[in-house]
């Protein structure tokens, strides 16, 4: 039960419906503390997004780690003339610090990620000042 996902679709659809049958009866909807609703999709998202930078900053802990590793057996291998297993070793250390670049980059997009999908939500309430607010949140949702 934990493991499934909403599907979007499926839940765009069930929020038209329900911003239907509510514009033609006159009532206001509470989107608070529903599972599906604009509120727990973020909370949702926000959690996945936290869960993803965690994970990020471990694989990047795990090649510190090796590039350590790979310093050090550079070091023994050249202390004992070994060139050639010297200049393979030194590769691989090249390929894991762009490794290691890469998963800075995305830690740091993971992070803008999340910093918009809190903002996004800071803005909505001066969005549905109007009339038109429910529109507002389908037309968000359906992004």
């Known amino acids: 039960m934990f493991g ?10 069930r929020l038209l419906c329900l911003v239907h ?4 009866n006159g009532k ?23 869960r993803a930078q965690r994970d990020i ?7 510190e780690r090796q590039e350590v ?10 202390k004992n003339g070994q060139e050639a297993t010297a200049k393979t070793l030194a590769k ?12 800075t980059s995305m830690h740091a997009q993971v992070g803008g990620v999340s910093v918009r999908a809190t ?7 001066c969005a549905t000042c109007g009339a038109g607010w429910k ?8 992004r």
Not at 120 to 125: F, G, I
């Open 119 to 125: 903002v996004r939500p800071a803005c909505l309430p």
């Open 69 to 78: 590793k790979l310093v050090n057996d550079i070091k023994k291998a050249a």
């Open 4 to 13: 499934k996902k909403p599907d979007p679709k499926r839940t765009s659809r």
């Open 135 to 142: 529109v507002i949140l389908v037309l968000q949702m359906l």
């Open 57 to 63: 900053l471990r694989e990047r802990e795990e090649l």
């Open 21 to 24: 049958s509510d514009l033609r």
């Open 28 to 50: 206001q909807h509470s989107y608070v503390n529903r599972h599906g609703t604009p509120p727990g999709e973020l909370r949702d998202s926000k959690r996945e997004l936290s």
């Open 92 to 103: 691989q250390l090249v390929r894991l610090r762009a490794q290691k670049d890469k998963l």
